[in-house]
């Protein structure tokens, strides 16, 4: 005889978390990173199936315009537009926060997806490391930069999107450029660990401000996308090589951010990711990331340090007194 405790379990365990699951969306502004391809375009597909206004985000025009007919061809009367944004520079991401500001009231969805890896060193025009910049930094300033559009908006959610990758990575303060010593491996996976330590710091801050946004992490697994090419050669090509047994197909990669942005159950602070094989692939959950993204010291020294980088200061009502 089962008992009720270990019927509800194995329900929820049973119970898969798929785009079905997502709440209607009409009349919410959405906003996606890297929606052009990959994972970014399946969340902006699925939203914008569900009624949602889906800003997409992206450093490359005709790629963007080529995504919206996409979405447009699978859901017809999908309401879609086109954000130019570049990640690694400042100026751009300046650009794009005011052109939001210009012509929306409200963003619901903030979903800081693009991301970059596996590159040689390399130096932006603002003087940083671009996979930190990429990664970490723009989206920092993007995210403060919009964060009036949605504290006002209730159940406004901002959503850093990380890695497997964090778990490997070790976060060193004085040398965030990789001046010292540079590894393209670390160097992603200290902008993963960097996401998380980011939407952490972001939702206490919140909280403690008594605002109704609030930040979540969440990340796609091993996402059969075109940020392969930037894997070891054994891992990447046509038929993604050794690493095809242990990902997933783009859309089911997708479904940890959505579920982060929009399942009415999701709390702040709270880190989504596959299931199986080590968070590589299967349907989201809530998860525990590494032990180092909690660190709370850690955490405030990387906002601090990102507030120098990026000279965005976040402006967040005072805290709220205790009763």
Same mark, same amino acid.
């Given at each position: 005889? /089962?008992?009720? #405790?270990?019927?509800?379990? %194995?329900?929820?365990?049973?119970?898969r978390w798929t785009a079905d699951d997502i709440p209607d969306q009409h009349g919410r502004v959405a906003v996606?990173?890297?929606?052009?391809?990959? $994972?970014?375009?399946?969340?902006? #597909?699925?939203?914008?199936?569900?009624?949602? !206004?889906? $800003?997409?985000?992206?450093?490359?025009?005709? *790629?963007?315009?080529?995504?919206?007919?996409? %979405?447009d061809q699978a859901v017809p009367g999908a309401e879609t537009t086109i954000l130019d944004i570049d990640l690694?520079?400042?100026? !751009?991401?300046?650009?794009?926060?005011?052109?939001?500001?210009?012509?929306? /009231?409200?963003?619901?969805?903030? %979903?800081?997806? &693009?991301?970059?890896?596996?590159?040689?060193?390399?130096?932006?025009?603002?003087?940083?490391? @671009?996979?930190?910049?990429?990664?970490?930094?723009?989206?920092?300033?993007? /995210?403060? =930069?919009?964060?009036? @559009?949605?504290?006002?908006?209730?159940?406004?959610?901002?959503?850093?999107?990380?890695?497997?990758?964090?778990?490997?990575? *070790?976060?060193?303060?004085?040398?965030?450029?990789?001046?010292?010593?540079?590894? *393209?491996?670390? &160097?992603?996976?200290?902008? #993963?660990?960097?996401?998380?330590?980011?939407?952490?710091? @972001?939702?206490?801050?919140?909280?403690?401000?008594?605002?109704?946004?609030?930040?979540?992490?969440?990340?796609?697994?091993?996402?059969?996308?075109?940020?392969?090419?930037?894997?070891?050669? +054994?891992?990447?090509? +046509?038929?993604?090589?050794?690493?095809?047994p242990l990902s997933h197909p783009a859309d089911i990669g997708a479904l940890a951010l959505l579920r982060a942005? $929009?399942?009415?159950?999701?709390?702040?602070?709270?880190?989504?990711?596959?299931?199986? @094989?080590?968070?590589?692939?299967?349907?989201?959950?809530?998860?525990?990331?590494?032990?180092?993204?909690?660190?709370?010291?850690? =955490?405030?020294?990387?906002?601090?340090?990102?507030?120098?980088?990026?000279?965005? /200061?976040?402006?967040?009502?005072?805290?709220?007194?205790?009763?």
């Amino acid at each position: 005889m /089962t008992d009720k #405790k270990t019927t509800a379990t %194995i329900r929820s365990r049973d119970h898969r978390w798929t785009a079905d699951d997502i709440p209607d969306q009409h009349g919410r502004v959405a906003v996606i990173t890297g929606a052009n391809s990959g $994972v970014g375009f399946e969340t902006a #597909k699925a939203l914008a199936r569900h009624g949602a !206004s889906v $800003v997409l985000a992206c450093r490359d025009r005709q *790629k963007a315009q080529d995504a919206e007919q996409r %979405i447009d061809q699978a859901v017809p009367g999908a309401e879609t537009t086109i954000l130019d944004i570049d990640l690694a520079s400042l100026e !751009s991401v300046s650009r794009a926060a005011e052109q939001l500001h210009r012509t929306r /009231t409200r963003v619901d969805l903030l %979903i800081n997806n &693009a991301g970059l890896g596996w590159l040689p060193h390399t130096r932006t025009k603002d003087g940083f490391e @671009l996979t930190l910049a990429t990664n970490h930094l723009g989206h920092f300033a993007l /995210t403060g =930069q919009l964060l009036d @559009l949605m504290l006002d908006t209730p159940g406004s959610r901002v959503v850093a999107v990380t890695s497997p990758a964090h778990r490997q990575a *070790k976060l060193n303060l004085n040398d965030l450029q990789g001046e010292q010593r540079y590894n *393209k491996q670390a &160097a992603y996976s200290q902008s #993963k660990l960097a996401n998380l330590l980011f939407a952490y710091e @972001l939702q206490r801050r919140l909280h403690a401000a008594g605002a109704q946004t609030v930040a979540l992490a969440a990340h796609p697994g091993g996402a059969r996308t075109n940020f392969n090419r930037s894997l070891p050669r +054994p891992f990447r090509g +046509p038929n993604y090589g050794l690493f095809y047994p242990l990902s997933h197909p783009a859309d089911i990669g997708a479904l940890a951010l959505l579920r982060a942005a $929009v399942d009415p159950n999701a709390h702040g602070g709270e880190y989504y990711a596959p299931v199986r @094989l080590r968070e590589f692939k299967g349907y989201p959950e809530a998860r525990r990331s590494s032990p180092a993204s909690y660190d709370a010291n850690l =955490q405030r020294r990387l906002w601090e340090a990102s507030e120098r980088l990026t000279g965005v /200061t976040y402006r967040l009502p005072p805290p709220t007194p205790p009763e």
